[in-house]
C-alpha cells in the first residue's frame, strides 16, 4: 500500500501463507515487525475466539520499536471466504488481549475494532489498531467472527487512524479505544496514542488528505469545525494543532468526493522546538497559509512566534508574532535597510530607530536578508537578541548561508511576518498581501508577468499609487526602486479580491491624506472609478488562478 511504503519504508516485507479460521479452529500467523524477523507463532481458539499470542521475541520487538517510535498500530489483512449475507453472520471483531492467563474473560470488556464482512463481497481489506500508550505493548490479538475469514498478513507499523483507499486493497485505521467502521474516521480516542497538545518534549500529530485526481474543491469537518479545500494536485498536510477540536468524528458533507485518503499520524520529530539542545523554534510547519490565519496561539511551540513555511513554495517562511513590538524586535531595522526611502543600506541604531514606524507586517527576499547580516558581520554592528535569532532561522533553512570565514551569503526563499495584534479581517489581507510578495521573491515568471501589466497600465493611474507610496509615512517606500514598486503595485492589486479593487482605491484617493498631498493623482482616480487599478488586477487574477488555483485575495487553499 502507498502510505506504508512512504510512512514506513523501512518495515520489511516478507512472504506469508494465508490462515482460514472459524470459530472453531486452531492456527498459525506470521507476525512482521520492522527490523526484525517474521516467526510463525501457535494459536488457539476457544468459544468462537481465535487468540494470536506473540512469541517471547516477537513481543520484545514490538516493544523495543514501540518504545523508539513512540506509537504503534498492528494491521491485519483479510478477505472474507463465505459470508452469509445476514449482518450477524458477517460481523467480525478484532482487538488485543492483555493477560494471557485470563484472556477468554478479559476480551468481554476491551476495546474492540467492528466491521462487517458482507460488504467486502469476497474482496480483501485491512484493519488497523493503534496501541494505547497507557497499557502498551499487549500480549497478542483476537478475531472473532462467525464466517469464515481469511488473515493474509499481519504487522506492525507506525500509529495511525483514519482511511486509505490508495493502495491495492482499502484499509481502515482505529485509535485505541476501537470503534465501528461505518463509513466515519474517528479521531475521538487520538489522544489515547498522540499528544494532545505541543510541549517541549513532544508535538501534536498532523492529518494528511489525499484526493482522487477528478476532485474538486470539498469541504471535511472535525467536529463543528468545517474546511473547505480547494483543488489540489498534491496532499494536504493539516497539523492538528491548527484545528479547534481535531480529536472528533471527521465527516465529509461533499459524500461524492470523499477522500482518496484521510490519516492521522505522528509529526515529525524534527519539529520539536527544544530539539537538539535548541532553545527556539528553527524548523517550520509546512502549512497552507489559510490554516495560519486562525492558528490557535496556545498550541504554538514557542512563546511569542510560530514558524511556517508555505507548503507548495518551499523556502518562503512565515512568522506569526505575537505583538507589534517584538515583531519590530525582529524586523523593524531591517525594514529601513531594505524599503525606507533615505535610509536604505544603512544599519540603524537603536537610538535611531527609537519612534520610527516599520510596517505592521513584513516581507523581505534572500539576498536582501544576506545584505543585511553580513554588513552587521563586516561592521560589527551589535544586532539584538531577535535579529540574532532571525539569522539562525534563515540559516537553518537555507534562505540565507553562513560560509566557513562567517560571510552572510543568500540562499533561496524568503521571509513573511505578520501580528496577532492586528485584528482579524487586516490579518487575512496581510497574509494575501505578504503571500504574493513571498511568491514574487522566488518565481521569475510571475515577476515578468507583473512587469508587463506594470508598464501597460495607464501612466495616471500608475502615478496615483507611485505618489501613494511616497507620501503616506507608515510606507515611505524609495519610489526610485524599481523592483520595489513592481512589487508593491503586484500586492496592493492582489490583496483583496478584484470586486473590491475599484472601490478600494477610490476610497484610497477619497481620504483627506491623498487629497492634501497628492489631490492630482487622486482625482484622476475617483473620476475614473478606479477602472485602471481594476482593469490590472483583472489580468493578474486571471494569470495566477490559471497558473497555481489562486485568486486576488486569496493565496490559501484552504478555508475555515
Not at 284 to 309: A, H, S
Amino acid at each position: 500500500m502507498n502510505f506504508f511504503s512512504r510512512r514506513a519504508a523501512f518495515i520489511l516485507f516478507v512472504c506469508i501463507f494465508p490462515l482460514v479460521f472459524s470459530c472453531t479452529s486452531k492456527s498459525n500467523f506470521t507476525l512482521e515487525i520492522p527490523d526484525f524477523y517474521s516467526s510463525e507463532v501457535s494459536a488457539s481458539a476457544s468459544k468462537g475466539e481465535n487468540f494470536f499470542s506473540f512469541t517471547a521475541d516477537q513481543k520484545g520487538a514490538v516493544r523495543n520499536f514501540f518504545e523508539k517510535n513512540g506509537d504503534a498500530s498492528l494491521m491485519i489483512q483479510l478477505v472474507p471466504v463465505k459470508v452469509a449475507q445476514d449482518s450477524s453472520n458477517g460481523a467480525l471483531s478484532f482487538g488485543f488481549f492483555y493477560n494471557s492467563e485470563n484472556k477468554v474473560s478479559e476480551i468481554a470488556s476491551v476495546p474492540v475494532v467492528t466491521d462487517y464482512l458482507q460488504k467486502y463481497n469476497g474482496s480483501a481489506f485491512a484493519l488497523a489498531f493503534c496501541f494505547s500508550r497507557e497499557k502498551g505493548v499487549p500480549q497478542g490479538f483476537f478475531i472473532k467472527s462467525s464466517s469464515k475469514v481469511k488473515v493474509l498478513n499481519a504487522q506492525i507499523t507506525p500509529a495511525f487512524v483514519g482511511h486509505d483507499f490508495s493502495g491495492d486493497i482499502p484499509v481502515f485505521a482505529f485509535a485505541a479505544n476501537g470503534g465501528e467502521n461505518n463509513g466515519t474516521d474517528d479521531f475521538r480516542g487520538a489522544s489515547l496514542v498522540f499528544n494532545s497538545i505541543n510541549t517541549r518534549e513532544s508535538l501534536m500529530p498532523k492529518i494528511t488528505v489525499k484526493f482522487r485526481e477528478t476532485s474538486g474543491s470539498q469541504k471535511i469537518a472535525f467536529g463543528g469545525e468545517v474546511l473547505f479545500i480547494r483543488r489540489n494536485e498534491l496532499p494536504v498536510e493539516i497539523p492538528t494543532a491548527s484545528l479547534k477540536s481535531p480529536f472528533s468524528v471527521v465527516t465529509y458533507p461533499d459524500e461524492q468526493e470523499y477522500p482518496v485518503s484521510v490519516l492521522l499520524t505522528a509529526s515529525d520529530k524534527n519539529l520539536l522546538t527544544f530539539a537538539h539542545g535548541k532553545k527556539n523554534v528553527l524548523v517550520p510547519l509546512k502549512v497552507d497559509p489559510g490554516l495560519i490565519m486562525n492558528w490557535p496561539r496556545n498550541n504554538w511551540r514557542g512563546n511569542d512566534y510560530e514558524l511556517f513555511e508555505w507548503d507548495r513554495f518551499p523556502g518562503v517562511l512565515f512568522f506569526d508574532i505575537s505583538t507589534y513590538s517584538v515583531q519590530d524586535d525582529f524586523f523593524r531595522r531591517l525594514a529601513f535597510f531594505v524599503e525606507k526611502a533615505g535610509f536604505k543600506g544603512r544599519l540603524l541604531s537603536d537610538s535611531e530607530l527609537q519612534g520610527k514606524h516599520g510596517y505592521n507586517a513584513h516581507d523581505y527576499k534572500a539576498d536582501d536578508l544576506a545584505r543585511f547580516f553580513e554588513k552587521a558581520r563586516r561592521e560589527n554592528f551589535p544586532l539584538n537578541e531577535k535579529e540574532l535569532l532571525l539569522k539562525d532561522i534563515l540559516a537553518n533553512n537555507g534562505v540565507i548561508k553562513i560560509a566557513s570565514n562567517g560571510e552572510v551569503q543568500a540562499g533561496s526563499g524568503a521571509v513573511i511576518s505578520i501580528s496577532q495584534e492586528s485584528p482579524s479581517y487586516l490579518r487575512t489581507t496581510f497574509i494575501a498581501h505578504e503571500g504574493w510578495h513571498g511568491i514574487f521573491f522566488i518565481d521569475e515568471d510571475f515577476r515578468n508577468t507583473v512587469a508587463s501589466i506594470y508598464y501597460t497600465i495607464d501612466p495616471d493611474t500608475l502615478a496615483y499609487m507611485r505618489r501613494y507610496f511616497q507620501i503616506t509615512p507608515s510606507l515611505n517606500y524609495d519610489v526610485n526602486d524599481d523592483y520595489l514598486m513592481k512589487n508593491e503595485f503586484m500586492a496592493y492589486l492582489l490583496q483583496r479580491p478584484v470586486s473590491q479593487t475599484a472601490k478600494y482605491f477610490v476610497d484610497m484617493a477619497s481620504r483627506e491624506h491623498s487629497q492634501q498631498l497628492a489631490k492630482r493623482q487622486a482625482d484622476y482616480i475617483i473620476e475614473t472609478g478606479g477602472a485602471g487599478f481594476e482593469g490590472a488586477a483583472r489580468l493578474l487574477d486571471e494569470y495566477v488562478s490559471d497558473r497555481w488555483n489562486l485568486n486576488a485575495g486569496r493565496v490559501w487553499l484552504i478555508n475555515r
